[in-house]
């Protein structure tokens, strides 16, 4: 076939691909991290997803956990915290564990330094978040254009509100628009672990479900300090309790089982926990209990 024959039957091709390449990109499918109390047996979740996606059909949600303790503010600020490193700026959290659903508590949008949006009730839940990643802005929400219906439910604000504000955020929505900027917002009164010259005194915050181990508010760069290295005996007190001694060991199998250890968690901090069993039933420990760790 002579040249000439060939690039006329190339020409269509050609023009094809130059209407391609002049096609703007889809965008990018928004990400929204979703975490309530709700669990999963009724159809409260479902209910709240199918919100987000009628507002936002190429919305990707993500769920954090359904099943947080029932009312734990503490736990969904963990949650929240130990999560969001993980996702890129631009993602939207709706969290919903709403004790005081129907009450005059606020619900805000909060803006992270790193350009990840938080959508949840005032009620302490972006404390931790606040302290990790640092905010820039934090906005009520009194915009009811924004929610789901004009006439709210008095008890069910996951759909009415949270769901379709955070839908409308990830999808590209002028966030400023929720309403107006606050100065000050609720912050849970979480305490600090303290180090002494003969100790640290730190405090369970959570069990870990469901193996019963100890989350603490202690960093575990402080064992350091108190002189400790893995392998050593640890002398703990918790509460009013009598003293334990437990090995400071890297993981689980390096004590036998059913024996308890001193370890640093994945999330780099002081933790508790039986190889194989519930430290936290065995011992009594409830969160918020106190500890003292005394110094080697």
């Not at 949270?162 to 912050?187: C, H, M, N, S, Y």
């Not at 089982?257 to 999330?267: C, I």
Request: overall charge positive.
């Amino acid at each position: 076939m002579p040249l000439a024959s060939r690039l006329v039957l190339l020409l269509p091709l050609l023009a094809t691909l130059q209407a391609v390449a002049a096609e703007p990109a889809a965008p990018a499918q928004p990400t929204l991290v979703f975490m309530t109390d709700f669990g999963q047996r009724d159809d409260s979740v479902a209910i709240c997803k199918g919100v987000m996606l009628g507002l936002e059909p190429r919305l990707r949600i993500i769920d954090l956990s359904h099943d947080v303790e029932p009312y734990s503010v503490l736990d969904g600020a963990r949650f929240l915290a130990g999560t969001a490193p993980y996702y890129p700026a631009g993602t939207v959290f709706v969290t919903v564990i709403d004790p005081g659903v129907g009450s005059d508590r606020r619900a805000i949008v909060a803006k992270t330094k790193r350009g990840q949006y938080f959508v949840l009730p005032d009620n302490g839940l972006i404390t931790l978040v606040e302290r990790q990643e640092g905010l820039t802005e934090v906005r009520h929400l009194t915009n009811s254009a924004w929610n789901l219906t004009p006439s709210l439910s008095s008890t069910f604000h996951g759909r009415d509100v949270f769901a379709p504000v955070g839908a409308r955020i990830a999808r590209g929505d002028d966030w400023t628009q929720v309403g107006p900027v606050l100065t000050e917002w609720k912050r849970l009164e979480i305490p600090e672990a303290k180090l002494t010259d003969t100790a640290l005194n730190g405090t369970v915050l959570a069990i870990e479900h469901p193996y019963g181990n100890l989350v603490t508010n202690a960093d575990g760069a402080l064992l350091a300090k108190l002189g400790y290295q893995r392998g050593d005996t640890a002398r703990v007190t918790f509460g009013k309790g009598r003293e334990l001694r437990l090995p400071f060991a890297a993981t689980f199998s390096d004590v036998p089982l059913g024996k308890p250890l001193m370890y640093v968690d994945s999330r780099g901090r002081v933790a508790f926990a039986i190889n194989q069993g519930h430290f936290a039933q065995q011992n009594g420990i409830k969160p918020l209990t106190t500890f003292v760790l005394r110094k080697k």
